[in-house]
């Protein structure tokens, strides 16, 4: 059975979201697919970039695919095995179709790249990745990963390559998410555990004004060795990673919303605003205020150009 039809038939036994699965289904680009690659690679069937806003809970069960899930903006809530996970930026979510999961809208809009995948050796893969700890994983910005994942996207929207390149590029990628686990659960799985448990604090708390000390006192570690195992992982102190998140989630309110600064400072956990536009210019290299004034304008000049077009 084609995924075209597989994805109508599922469609029919989900009437709870009726809303969310025809957004979906609107942004898809459905592939066809050679036979010779669908019984011996892993390959796209569908693909899109899907704006979620608030509500927004979808799942179509009963789907004999799998699905990745890439956020570009906002967040998400990935709800499987039992568990919920959070798809912030940069992270890729993973999932079996036949299986119990749901994904929900948590910081609108949320954009996300959403990828339906197939053949013989997607199980292997979606194994190892689920292995240790569930069905998500966080990048940060620049990793191999996320570059080849656009790199990916850019192949499907492009008619003149063929279905051979893009499971050339799905395999990169998957091979990638594999090594790049393995390597971690490799390097003393003890420290692992904290290290991310740390780094999923500085994610989802970053509003607050999260110092080693506090890290120190919760872990029962040494703050030293928080930083020191904490950039061995991630390249990057802890202090640094909390700063940065910080700074991304201001980038958001700035984009969607006119609060001024001294308001935003407090809402991502600057007590001071000087130290949100020091941190501001020392990532973007421009003042939080420049930043908003020049997105506008570069938002102004892709409408005027749709417009004309």
């Given at each position: 059975?084609?995924?075209?039809?597989?994805?109508?038939?599922?469609?029919?036994?989900?009437?709870?979201?009726?809303?969310?699965?025809?957004?979906?289904?609107?942004?898809?680009?459905?592939?066809?697919?050679?036979?010779?690659?669908?019984?011996?690679?892993?390959?796209?069937?569908?693909?899109?970039?899907?704006?979620?806003?608030?509500?927004?809970?979808?799942?179509?069960?009963?789907?004999?695919?799998?699905?990745?899930?890439?956020?570009?903006?906002?967040?998400?809530?990935?709800?499987?095995?039992?568990?919920?996970?959070?798809?912030?930026?940069?992270?890729?979510?993973?999932?079996?179709?036949?299986?119990?999961?749901?994904?929900?809208?948590?910081?609108?809009?949320?954009?996300?790249?959403?990828?339906?995948?197939?053949?013989?050796?997607?199980?292997?893969?979606?194994?190892?990745?689920?292995?240790?700890?569930?069905?998500?994983?966080?990048?940060?910005?620049?990793?191999?990963?996320?570059?080849?994942?656009?790199?990916?996207?850019?192949?499907?929207?492009?008619?003149?390559?063929?279905?051979?390149?893009?499971?050339?590029?799905?395999?990169?990628?998957?091979?990638?998410?594999?090594?790049?686990?393995?390597?971690?659960?490799?390097?003393?799985?003890?420290?692992?555990?904290?290290?991310?448990?740390?780094?999923?604090?500085?994610?989802?708390?970053?509003?607050?004004?999260?110092?080693?000390?506090?890290?120190?006192?919760?872990?029962?570690?040494?703050?030293?060795?928080?930083?020191?195992?904490?950039?061995?992982?991630?390249?990057?102190?802890?202090?640094?990673?909390?700063?940065?998140?910080?700074?991304?989630?201001?980038?958001?309110?700035?984009?969607?919303?006119?609060?001024?600064?001294?308001?935003?400072?407090?809402?991502?956990g600057f007590e001071n605003p000087n130290n949100l536009i020091r941190q501001f210019k020392k990532q973007c290299s421009v003042t939080p205020l420049v930043y908003r004034r020049q997105a506008r304008v570069k938002g102004s000049a892709r409408e005027t150009t749709c417009q004309e077009d």
């Amino acid at each position: 059975m084609d995924f075209k039809r597989s994805f109508q038939e599922a469609l029919h036994t989900s009437h709870s979201c009726e809303k969310e699965i025809s957004v979906v289904a609107s942004h898809l680009k459905i592939l066809s697919v050679p036979m010779d690659i669908a019984w011996n690679l892993p390959y796209i069937e569908a693909f899109g970039t899907i704006p979620a806003s608030c509500p927004f809970v979808f799942e179509i069960p009963k789907l004999d695919s799998f699905c990745m899930i890439y956020t570009e903006r906002g967040s998400g809530l990935l709800i499987s095995d039992g568990r919920s996970d959070i798809l912030n930026q940069g992270s890729i979510g993973f999932i079996q179709c036949n299986q119990s999961y749901k994904i929900e809208a948590v910081q609108a809009p949320w954009l996300f790249k959403i990828f339906f995948i197939a053949g013989p050796p997607v199980f292997f893969f979606y194994s190892g990745f689920v292995r240790g700890n569930g069905n998500h994983y966080s990048y940060l910005p620049g990793n191999i990963v996320t570059d080849r994942l656009q790199l990916l996207y850019d192949c499907l929207t492009q008619p003149s390559k063929r279905p051979l390149y893009q499971s050339r590029f799905l395999s990169d990628i998957l091979f990638e998410i594999l090594m790049e686990k393995g390597r971690l659960y490799e390097e003393k799985p003890n420290v692992y555990d904290y290290v991310y448990e740390i780094k999923h604090d500085l994610d989802y708390n970053y509003m607050n004004n999260i110092t080693l000390k506090q890290l120190e006192i919760k872990y029962h570690i040494s703050k030293y060795q928080i930083c020191r195992e904490f950039k061995k992982q991630f390249h990057i102190s802890p202090i640094q990673y909390l700063n940065q998140r910080k700074i991304e989630a201001a980038k958001e309110i700035l984009l969607q919303t006119n609060k001024p600064i001294i308001k935003i400072s407090k809402m991502v956990g600057f007590e001071n605003p000087n130290n949100l536009i020091r941190q501001f210019k020392k990532q973007c290299s421009v003042t939080p205020l420049v930043y908003r004034r020049q997105a506008r304008v570069k938002g102004s000049a892709r409408e005027t150009t749709c417009q004309e077009d």
